[in-house]
């Protein structure tokens, strides 16, 4: 009773409940931000971290204030839309009791944590690699130090001997013999080279603990002393040079603590007894030089020549080489592999003589430096370094002043240290190159280096730059004309006296494709350093800020600042492509006027059809593009019809010549219309196409038909298409903003909605919209784009709305979008009847739109334009002709609900990609809808009753929300369903997600619907799963499993989960994620030998943290994924290899990321002589495996590898090729680092200069895990 009492009185307390929790969430809001502090506070003084119960903490207060935002925001909406009150009892009802529940959760979180803060977990030690020389001496001095370390009661111990003799590489051992080892917390290595400051030491020791290096000396002092004073470390300090190390001015705890558990060491190496003395060294560890036979010994091995002493040619001349290095062990071993390989006595005799000459008499005094040779060269390396990091200063330098940023004086004046100390070095090392002595001023010049390197600013972060240009893919076509023109262009670009330069021409004459041709000019060598690509249809700024790698989320004032200050001291080549109104430089950021002179170039180039822009844009040189010649335009049109047909009679031919002739030399006119002609096998058929145009081009100087004249030849490739749904296809993709590129599964979903494909299965439907996408494409009405998108042409778009006037009406929101433009206003909307169609890409002033005839309209298009609000729609407006509304890439949000619930009559309506925090009811009374898309309004949390309403609906797509609940009985009213998506958002590993409660409910619904063609779903935990079995003839074609419980360790991907043979043909895409398996086992039961997944083309396995082995039982891959192409494998951290992918025989793209425990990442190929391996893959990607290695044996092939990439792969040791396996259509072979490939060990030489071509050096930037799924 009392709980029913309790829910009874919710709709009443509504305001009590809000202020509550508003009061409660406040206050805890208050108590996150001193934790904030406390905790800040304690990384900034002592390199504290927060416990994971504090993180977890301020998490959920976060979280709880989000809410209650949320709550807060609900309820002040309905106090401002009611006055305060409100009859709607139900929805008070569920504010208050949201509230109340919120309530009862902040305050279980009014308890803080404790501790806050804990330190930071280090290994003991970090392994340094080190070359594996093997000195049998120091083997017992490395023992005797070990154990005055580990047993011994002395706190600082010196190795002390003279230069060259290992003693760096003896105490890096002593390091590595602390990995893995308890004996010391924290076991620190650094390096202390001649002139090394205090703040260089602090700075390496507080990197290694992970401590703040903010403040002076002192500050950094006190630090390091908090954070070490109670702790067990071993402090191992490398070439203590020119006196002793103050070790309280660094900071470390002295004296050093010996008692109990608590043990602080110190170790150094050093050359001087001296500074043994000094430091109160009390355990001396001596390394001497090495004794005559264990000199040559070691010399012997690092040479190769096991018989080396007897060689009857070179054997005594080795010996004596020996002997003058006076068994210093680094000289031995250098010229033992200097030597190698040498069989002329006098190149030993050479050595010989430069040994002796040089001053080695004093090479074992505590300051003696090495040989000549090794001086430079040590120098030459250093430099390398010190030129590497200042160009990554310099990148971090143009990254920050593209967001307003300039570097300190001190970064200035450490880049022109960095260059006056290069030029040095320079000098020094030509003076090598010609026998002149200089080993005092190189080592004098190698320690200035190291200094420098040293001191370089400490808080620079690499990031990637933008290439200098970007490559525009291009039909490939040579005409001479063209070739005129793009060289004239070149040579005027070349021209310093040239600032900006226009390309004019008529609509269709090629103006483009040769813009496009000046881009590329630049791709290889650039005397540019960004040559910029943009379209004057589309917002010229962003284009520009993107391209450069702006920040685009200012205002645009300031991000024209931006621009400007980051382009002004830079040289750079903008080209802007169909100019149709003046542009104003300095609005698109440009800098103006240009500057050209021998260190900056800056130049604009554009194309536009009109000659008054050219003059108003004050060009310093036009470019006139004109039509063809006519051999030229027979050329052109004989490259693009049909040669069958061409060639299958005389009269064609010849037929085709005198067409040619006819389209007046306009490429796109000859282009379309011989694609057109593909079609037509006898002569009648070219004969009506010549009357046709000689019609059309029949009045050349009067410039409505040369209008009509581009657009016409167009609308006859339109009127060629097959049938009336092709040339619908045609015109809905008009409907896009002009420029943007349509991903193909985006337009097969909206052809299926408008019901102009409609195939007896899924599968069909998007086979034959695929092939209607390359009818377009085979007909030059659309252009084929990047990563499977399409795009259609300016010109062509402007035809397609051409073909619209008369029968819809089309009005494009700017001057320069469409064909019709009143110049120097924003044109009216006009009316034409009958009126169909408003297509509407970016609006300049919505304030234009309040009379907005919403009723001259059967379709309306206003997607990816920010909108927050939709025009305003009239009383009296009569909405019934509206069928057909794209809402699609804005900003709308639940004030549409009271415009929206107006379009009755609405079949088609695309609201994805908006800001709807939920599905308004009032969306719900459009019974006429058929297709209804609300994908990636992420807020969306569930789905309300009246849903069911709308019973004409066909097509449902909830992809990308967050939704956990479904009504009962929803999805069983919508009976004539054809397809449903409900992929939900993944958001990364971390972020709560809420479950998917309703699969149980409605997988028995949609197995009731007769229609269903298509369900997109979540499935979580193996009792969904197993449901699964349950359910016959559901066709399932994106499916996420996920959350597969601990016990599902054997996880099995078999058909006797599904009992029939549908889900077969239907699934299109499976990803498995979030789930504990160990082992995923592809299995096939005796009972269905020829079972397989015929459909299936993508699978992604992501955050599978315990899957260790996938294994295919009984059967190869192949033949349960026959058309298997895509497949991604991500954060499995104990995965082995992927060694089943090798024998998938249509898969093509394969990317491996975040999976450490891959050394290799497939086995042996066990079938090299019937099998091949990888027969199509294209793309290959490794990204983030810190343990890989290699990627396979040399008898694993790659025929097809066009791409292989690698990211953060630090300990890649070799490439699987050799001149035999190199594939042929390699195009790119991506790496991090210059020192990665150059350390690759090959199995053949010569293969680093087969593939060096294809190299490319690219730094990635950190990445972070979050993704949305999509078909």
Known sequence: MNSLLKQAAYPFNIRRSVQDLITHTDDLVARRHDIARQIEAADRDGGMIPTHEARQWLDRVESARLSADTIRGRYEQRCRMFGGCSLNLWSNYRISKRAAERLAIVRSYEVVPSPITIDPPALAAVNIPIESVQIHSQESILEEALRCITEGPSAIIGICGPGGVGKTHLLKRINNNFVGDSTFRLVIFVTATRGCSVQTIQTQIMERINLNRDGDSVTRANRIVRFLKAKSFLLLVDDLWGGELEMGSVGIPYPLKNEGQLKQKVVITTRSPTICELMNVTTHVKVEVLEDDEARELFMEYNGHKGLYSDPHIGDLAKELVKELKGVASQLIHF????????????????IFVVKTSDTTHLQDEDQLSLKGTIVRNLKVATENMLARSNEVRQKIEIAERNGKTPTN?????????????????????QHQLNLDVSQSAAEKLHEVQECLDNQPSDIVVDVLQTPTEYIPIQSFELRSQNIVLQDALRYIADDSVEMIGIRGAAGVGKTHILKKINNSFHEHSDFQFVIFVTA???????????????????????????????????????????????????????????NSSEIRQKVVFTTRSE?????????????????????????????VDMGILHSSPRIEELANTLAKELS????????????????????????????????????????????????????????????????????CSMWPVDQNIRKDELVQCWMGLGLVDEPNIRSSYNEAYKLICDLEAACLLESGPNNDVKMQNVIRDTALWISHGKWVVHTGRVSSGPFRNAGHFPNIFEISPPEILVEPSPANWDLFNNFHWDKAMCVSLMCNSMTKLPTVSIDQDLSELKILCLQQNSLDANIARVIQRFIAVTYLDLSWNKLENIPEELCSLTNLEYL??????????????????????????????????????????TELQVLDLLNMYFGEGITMSPVEYVPTILPELGAINNLKEVDIVIEGSFQYELLSQCCNLPLRLVALRKMEQSCALFRLSESIFQDNLLGTTLNY??????????IEIFRGAEAPNYCFEALKKIELFNLKMLKHIKCFRLSPHDMFPSLSVLRVSFCDRLKNISCTMYLSKLQHLEVSYCNSITQAFGHNMNKSTVPTFPCLRYLSFAYLDGLERICDSDVTFPQLETLKFTGCPNLMSLPFNKGTVPLNLRELQLEDVKLWKNLIWEEEGILDLLEPYLKIKVSPPTTCLRHKTS
Not at 336 to 351: F, S, T, V
Request: charged residues 30%.
């Open 1070 to 1079: 499976l990803e498995v994620s979030d789930s504990d398996m160990n082992v």
């Open 410 to 430: 001190g970064v200035i004046s450490w880049l022109r240290r960095v260059d006056s100390i290069t030029s040095s070095a320079e000098i020094i090392c030509g």
């Open 336 to 351: 033992g592999k200097e030597m190698r390989g040498r069989k002329d006595p006098k190149r030993w005799e050479d050595a």
């Open 537 to 595: 249809s589309r917002n010229i700024r962003e284009q520009i800020a993107r391209r450069l790698g702006i920040n685009q989320d200012d205002r645009d004032a300031k991000l024209v600042t931006r621009i400007s200050k980051f382009l002004e001291k830079r040289s750079f080549l903008l080209l802007v492509d169909d100019l149709r109104e003046i542009l104003d430089p300095k609005e698109a950021g440009i800098p103006f006027p240009l500057r």
């Open 665 to 732: 030399g306009l490429p796109l006119a000859l282009i379309t219309t011989a694609r057109a002609m593909s079609s037509r096998h006898h002569p009648t058929g070219w004969e009506d196409a010549i009357r046709e145009m000689h019609d059309l081009f029949r009045h050349k100087d009067n410039p409505l038909n040369m209008e009509k004249g581009v657009y016409q030849p167009i609308k006859f490739s339109y009127d060629s298409l097959r049938n009336d749904t092709l040339k619908q296809c045609f015109l809905t």
């Open 933 to 974: 898309n609300l994908s990636y309004n992420f807020s969306i949390s569930e789905v309300p009753k009246c849903l069911g309403f709308l019973i004409k609906l066909k097509f449902l797509y909830l992809q990308g929300t967050n939704i956990k609940t479904i009504p009962d009985g929803v999805i069983s009213s919508l």
């Open 612 to 640: 008054h822009i050219c003059g108003q844009m004050a060009v310093s040189k036009k470019i006139k593009v004109t039509c063809l010649e006519q051999d030229e335009a027979i050329y052109l049109f004989r490259q693009n």
